[in-house]
């Protein structure tokens, strides 16, 4: 197909399909359910899944699934055939009921304890703001997933209640500032996504990435990325036809795929969509996801979205990029001309400020994960400290709120290029700041400190809660006002003030920052245990039940799912490392040792005028470093199985796995990889990080 625009959305049951194809009757009350948010008749469920069944039988589909998002991270189907029993043979049927509610055995997903696994039933229910596509042969239908007895257990439903919240709230406040044709108010989000791409054939020879999706040893390559000649660097042949394939399936898919583009490190990436509602956003992204994986293997690769595959080069990050529209197009966090005078503007941005000076220890624990807490931190990624960006224009007019004083705009620069045949253009009022976690970025918030692999819906949907719980505040602040400039005025000034501190438009990189953070009061949680110590603070439980995204047993659960997931990835780490150490390196380092024995032996017993020094400072320089080896082996061994006495107590286990598993494992990777550097090519069992990171 080489026409994009009849390509685009051709696997989805989109608006225009269910136009075409429902009456107009059900086609209007289908459309009052996804704009506004009213209940569905199952009479119309059943004309809308008699037509999406017909839409997907011509695509060729013989099944279909509920798609949810399951605490595990990861997307789950189940398939069903269409088929019914008629007479001798079968129809094809498909019910509103089935349509609207599935049932699978929902036992063996995480439930951080709220249920137990004799309860195994779950319900799936449709989410019909998100549409139905096909994908090979099976009608995926885009679900929310709770357990039997109504607990949440999934990423989907708190993001679809905070975007409701939200939405309630800031329609509150704009009908307060006069704007009352505004009905609701939507979340939107872009999410930038990097990845890496290497060779499936090196990658199946390594134990450590089939398992764990990362290098656990690994010298470093001679060459890394410090030539920036990757970066937006012309885009090699395999990698353009990977790209070009990816980019087809996901316009099929419906999904907006705009950027792409060389990242950092070697055999790095990044895809960036066209922004969307932040619940489309979220399924995007994970279709997004899976497609890479998939269109991937068809052209002979792997894609890592792990957050650091290779240590010693960037890893991989998701950017957030945040916004509110309203339903009548009005982006709430566009300044416009002169945002002096947006008062509108500056209430919302003042919203944002005081949620996140607030929930600082939220949103950095919504970016926890073993995998990013090898970034953050680490000049690759923002730190783990938590601030907001708001470039220099904004920041001197937040500045000048703050002292009471005049602000004088200087407006839009001109950039002259110098050169005549080149237009000049207008520059943008500030700068990229790359390093804040949390960037103002013209009118929108970008989110830097997502991990690459995570699922969106986390993230928004703190984001959204602490945002709606603000407004909310504001409004009841606001609604009794005689004079509600003034009030709305005095309002912004007294949030900017209390709350000045999470700003910060300076290096976040510089270490003079973690020292100057400290002084503000801000939290520099640096691993996913210290992070999740916060997570139970009961500010934190408040938030989330009082706005009723979820019930404190509930957010209790999740805390232990992310817990629990955090030591089992560890654990495997662990025992994967010890696994290769013992099977494929120390009998590796040991055979090149004999062979540099034997090779010793032979020349003095040829002459013994012949040196044999290389060979005898390499023995000596490898079987020590080995004897360490293997020490540090057992040492890791050891402790893992100590690990066992923490269990029961998923925070206890977690700070346990960092402190002392993991950094045995930091150990052991050293002696190996300082053993890789002495050894032999032909000796060594895995492909190198060149062979990896430079063979495409
Ligand atoms: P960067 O300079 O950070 O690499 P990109 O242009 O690659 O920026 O990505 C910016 C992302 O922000 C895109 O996904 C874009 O669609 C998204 N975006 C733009 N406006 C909004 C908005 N109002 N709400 C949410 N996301 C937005
Ligand atoms: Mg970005």
Known sequence: MSKVPEMFGCMVFNDKKMQERLPKSTYKALKKTIQDGEPLDISVANVVASAMKDWAIEMGCTHYTHWFQPMTGVTAEKHDSFIQPNGDGVIMEFSGKELIKGEPDASSFPSGGIRATFEARGYTTWDPTSPAFVRDGSLYIPTAFCSYTGEVLDKKTPLLRSMERLSAEAVKILHLLGKTEVTRVVTTVGPEQEYFLIDKELYDQREDLKLTGRTLFGAKAPKGQE?????????????????????????????????????????????????????????????????????????????????????????????????????????????????????????????????????????????????????LGANEAPPAIISMYLGDDLGKLVQSIIDGEEYVSHGKERMQTGVDVLADFKKDTSDRNRTSPFAFTGNKFEFRALGSALNIGCPNYMLNTMVAEELGQFYEALKDAKDMDAAVQGLIRKTFIEHQAIIFNGDNYADEWVEEAKRRGLLNLKSVPEAYAHFMDQKNVDLFVKNNIVTEAEYRARCEIELETYCKQINIEALTMIDMARKDITPAVSAFVRELTDTALAKKALSAAIPTSVEENLIMSLSNKLVCFVNKTAELEDAVIKADEYAGDNLAHAAYFRENVFAKMQELRAVGDSMETETAAEYWPFPTYTDLLFSI
């Open 227 to 375: 030539l920036d000649d990757h970066y937006f660097g012309s885009i090699k042949t395999r990698v353009a036809a990977f790209m070009k394939d990816l980019d087809e399936e996901l316009w099929k898919l419906g999904v907006l795929a705009k950027t792409k583009h060389n990242e950092v490190a070697p055999s790095q990436h990044e895809l960036a969509p066209i922004f969307t509602t932040s619940n489309i956003a979220t399924d995007h992204n994970e279709l997004t996801m899976e497609i890479m994986q998939k269109t991937a293997e068809r052209h002979g690769l792997v894609c890592l979205l792990h957050e650091k595959p290779f240590a010693g080069v960037n890893g991989s990050g998701k950017h957030n990029n945040w916004s509110l529209s309203t339903n009548t197009g009005e982006n709430l966090l566009s300044p416009g001309k002169r945002p002096e005078e947006n008062l509108q503007f500056l209430l919302f941005l003042a919203a944002v400020v005081k949620a996140v000076h607030e929930y600082q220890d939220l949103l950095r624990i919504t970016v926890a994960t073993a995998g990013n807490d090898h970034r």
